[in-house]
């Protein structure tokens, strides 16, 4: 007499079934597309762009008490300016933010920084034409307590790059 092996397909089905209920609650796919986003972001950003500082100074700005500026010519060329605005009040700031914020179109992209020692607060990437150089076609600004940080160019990897590289990696 010869055995014959019968196979049994609800088994090995029961078997992935269990499996898949047990491995996939443990995986956060939000978290795979976000991890996915941040590499194709970072990837945008050319690492190997220097910035020289071609000129700085102090400016008055309604309602500010301070205003200084640096503008900066990257390695290909490309034009970047500086903003630091100090404000009287963290309100203040937080207005003139939402000024600024009008004057543009968001970028989808903004978002907090993960590790920041300070919170920033308010950061936003901007599609915008400034009322005085028209070849600032984006701004990142954000807000630091009282101050608020504009950067402006009209390149948004190099806006991204010197961010990076001023500010540190965990700026975004």
Do not use: C
Not at 107 to 121: A, D, F, G, R, V
Not at 122 to 136: A, K, M, N, Q, Y
């Amino acid at each position: 007499m010869v055995a014959r092996h019968e196979s049994n397909p609800v088994r090995p089905t029961l078997i992935v079934l269990i499996a898949s209920s047990l491995v996939f609650p443990l995986l956060n796919l939000s978290t795979i597309v976000t991890a996915r986003e941040q590499t194709q972001q970072e990837q945008s950003v050319p690492p190997d762009i220097l910035f020289r500082e071609e000129s700085s100074g102090r400016e008055s700005k309604k309602g500010a008490l301070t205003a200084s500026f640096n503008n900066y010519r990257s390695s290909d060329g490309v034009f970047l300016r500086r903003r630091i605005e100090e404000f009287e009040s963290d309100q203040q700031a937080a207005r003139e933010i939402r000024v600024l914020r009008a004057q543009g179109e968001t970028i989808p992209e903004s978002k907090q920084p993960e590790n920041k020692s300070k919170p920033l607060s308010d950061r936003i990437v901007l599609r915008w034409t400034h009322p005085e150089r028209s070849d600032t076609k984006f701004a990142i600004l954000w807000r630091e307590g009282r101050n608020v940080y504009v950067l402006e160019s009209s390149s948004l990897p190099h806006l991204k790059a010197f961010e990076q590289q001023v500010y540190g990696p965990g700026h975004k």
